[in-house]
C-alpha cells in the first residue's frame, strides 16, 4: 500500500476501518511534526511490529502557554512526508486545528499531580493539553500499539496513566532515546540552537551520562549522583530541575536508589528549553522502565 495523507477525521477512520476489517495490526506514532532521527526509529519500531503504521503530524496547540513557541514552532511538512515515506508509514495523519478543535470544544483529560511535577511546574496546563490530544488521537486513530519516547518520559508517565485509568485499549512502548554522537537527545527544539548554545547543550547529557556511568560503578546515593550530574550543568542560562525521581509516580526518591529511578533534567540554553533523562536501574535484568508500561 503507497502511502496516504489524510486531513480529515471520517477519512481517516474509513480508510483505518478497512484495514482494520482485513485484520491488520494498527501502530501509531503521534508526533508535532519536524521529524528526525529519534521519530523514525519510533516508525521503525512500528513497522516492525504492526501491519500498518500512522504517524500524526499535528502542532497541538492546547500544550503550548500563550508565552511559548506555539508561532515558531518547527515545522516541514515535505521532509516530514519524505521520513514517512522512506520509513514504510501507511497512513500520515496531518489535520488542521479546526478539525481536531471544533467551536465550542471544552471537555479535557486531567492528568492530576502527575501534570504539575518536573515540567508541569513551569508549562502549567502543558500536560493537560497532552493528555487531551493523545486521548483524542487514540480514539480517532484506535492504535493497537502506539510508540513514544523516553526522552519525554514525563509524558509517557502521564500517557500510560490515563491509558490505564481511562481503559484506552491500546498498549504504549516507550523506546530509548536517540542521541547526537556527542550525547545530545535529539528533539524538533534543538533546531532553535545556536552554533554557540548548540555546543553548550551537551551538557546536558553529559552531566546525566556521567551520572549513569558513577551509578553502575556502584554508587547508589541519590546526592552523590546529583551532584555528579550538576558538575556538568553549569554551561546552561536557566537549570530548572534536576531529580532523582520513581519512575512510575515522578515522586523523588529517598537517599538512596535501590528501585528503577530515572534522572530528569530541564534547563534553558539560549532561548530554548531542553529536557532529558537517563534510567538507573539498579538490577538491569529485572527491571526495565519499558517493561512496566508495556501491556503486551
Ligand atoms: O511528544 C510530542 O510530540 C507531543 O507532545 C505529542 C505526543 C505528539 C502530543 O501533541
Redesign the pocket.
Known amino acids: 500500500m503507497s502511502m496516504r495523507i489524510v486531513r480529515t477525521i471520517p477519512e481517516l477512520r474509513a480508510l483505518l476501518k478497512a484495514l482494520r476489517e482485513g485484520g491488520s495490526r494498527i501502530g501509531f506514532v503521534?508526533?508535532?511534526g519536524y521529524l528526525h532521527e529519534g521519530h523514525a526509529a519510533l516508525i521503525r519500531q512500528s513497522t516492525a511490529r504492526c501491519d500498518h503504521t500512522v504517524v500524526?503530524v499535528?502542532?497541538?496547540p492546547t500544550?503550548f502557554a500563550p508565552s511559548e513557541d506555539l508561532a515558531q514552532y518547527p515545522r516541514d511538512l515535505e521532509r516530514d512526508q519524505a521520513l514517512c515515506l522512506k520509513h514504510g508509514v501507511s497512513v500520515l495523519f496531518m489535520p488542521e486545528a479546526a478539525e481536531v478543535y471544533p467551536t465550542g470544544f471544552c471537555s479535557v483529560v486531567e492528568p492530576g499531580e502527575l501534570g504539575n511535577m518536573l515540567c508541569g511546574q513551569f508549562r502549567p496546563g502543558h500536560f493537560r493539553?497532552?493528555a487531551t490530544?493523545?486521548t483524542k488521537?487514540f480514539n480517532m486513530v484506535q492504535p493497537d500499539l502506539a510508540f513514544?519516547?523516553q526522552k519525554?518520559l514525563q509524558?509517557t508517565v502521564i500517557?500510560s496513566r490515563v491509558v490505564r485509568d481511562l481503559n484506552l485499549p491500546v498498549d504504549i512502548v516507550v523506546a530509548p532515546t536517540i542521541r547526537e554522537a556527542d550525547g545530545l537527545a535529539l528533539s524538533?527544539r534543538n533546531a532553535y540552537l545556536s552554533p554557540e548554545n548548540r555546543l553548550r547543550a551537551v551538557c546536558l547529557s553529559r552531566g546525566l551520562l556521567a551520572a549513569e556511568s558513577a551509578f553502575r560503578d556502584g554508587e547508589r546515593r541519590s546526592e552523590r549522583l546529583l551532584a555528579i550530574a550538576r558538575e556538568h550543568l553549569t554551561e546552561v542560562d536557566e537549570l530548572q530541575y534536576l531529580e532523582l525521581v520513581d519512575t512510575q509516580s515522578l515522586e523523588t526518591l529517598g537517599a538512596v536508589v535501590t528501585r528503577t529511578a530515572a534522572m530528569c533534567v530541564a534547563a534553558i540554553v539560549g532561548q530554548t528549553r531542553l529536557i532529558d533523562n537517563v534510567l538507573l536501574t539498579p538490577d538491569p535484568d529485572s527491571a526495565h522502565f519499558i517493561s512496566h508500561l508495556e501491556m503486551d
Open positions: 503521534p508526533t508535532m500524526s499535528f502542532v497541538n500544550q493539553g497532552v490530544i493523545v488521537l513514544f519516547g519525554d509524558q500517557i524538533s
